[in-house]
Nanobody, 127 residues
């Protein structure tokens, strides 16, 4: 069973960079046909897909966030990292690390659209 655990600061100041780490257990992030996604849910809104890095290390980002987003991986630690630069209060959300196997999920409706997901971490952007 694949398990994902997000970690990072819960409070970020406007204009700074948000950095989150997803630690994966139960599977290698470089194996299979895995796509490792970051998604978020702003307060009172639905899920928003941010981007993915796949088993080959290829990344793809939401076009509206692409200029501010970077997803990378550390295969020695089996971790996925999200960096979002120049944050504003509109970036306040619960951030999730999720897994799809062999498919791309750009418009998720619920967490159950994914094969696995972490518990989520609240990030608030405020001065």
């Amino acid at each position: 069973q694949v398990q994902l655990q997000e970690s990072g600061p819960g409070l970020v100041k406007p204009s700074q960079t948000l950095s989150l780490t997803c630690t994966v257990s139960g599977a290698s992030i470089a194996a299979g046909q895995y796509y490792w996604n970051w998604i978020r849910q702003p307060p009172g809104k639905g899920l928003e897909w941010i981007g993915y890095i796949n088993y080959n290390g290829i990344t793809y980002y939401r076009p509206t966030l692409e200029s501010r987003t970077s997803i990378s991986r550390d295969t020695s630690k089996n971790q996925i990292t999200l960096q979002l630069t120049s944050v504003t209060p509109e970036d306040t959300a619960v951030y999730y690390c999720t897994l799809t196997n062999g498919i791309v999920m750009l418009f998720p409706k619920s967490l159950s659209d994914f094969a696995s997901w972490g518990q989520g971490t609240q990030v608030t952007v405020s001065s």
